[in-house]
Nanobody, 116 residues
Framework: QVQLVESGGGLVQAGGSLTLSCAAS????????MSWYRQAPGKQRELVAT???????NYGDSVKGRFAIARNAAKNSVDLQMNSLKPEDTAVYYC??????????WGQGTQVTVSS
């Protein structure tokens, strides 16, 4: 089992920035991939960003150039730096990891609200 705890969500004005953090109960460098997803009310959960064990990153089209995902060895976390936030970024953000054994684990989510 892997426990994931997200933090850093909140209310921010459009154009502002937030940094989300997802702390893992196991060594983050042991995972095949770590990702952030989001789900807005009435919408499907969508991929925001992924970082692989090799450090390769991938972003959803709607956040490219504005968001950055990175692993933080000191905190044993994966962080999501979100800049130039828009009201349409409002959602619950979830952390996700892919364990080498093939299991997928999710965090409980953190709310991000961007006001116009």
């Amino acid at each position: 089992q892997v426990q994931l705890v997200e933090s850093g969500g909140g209310l921010v004005q459009a154009g502002g920035s937030l940094t989300l953090s997802c702390a893992a109960s196991k060594n983050i460098f042991s995972f095949n991939a770590m990702s952030w997803y989001r789900q807005a009310p009435g919408k499907q959960r969508e991929l925001v960003a992924t970082i692989t064990s090799g450090g390769r990153t991938n972003y959803g089209d709607s956040v490219k150039g504005r968001f950055a995902i990175a692993r933080n060895a000191a905190k044993n976390s994966v962080d999501l730096q979100m800049n130039s936030l828009k009201p349409e970024d409002t959602a619950v953000y979830y952390c996700n990891v892919l364990h080498p054994a093939g299991q997928v684990f999710w965090g409980q989510g953190t709310q991000v609200t961007v006001s116009s």
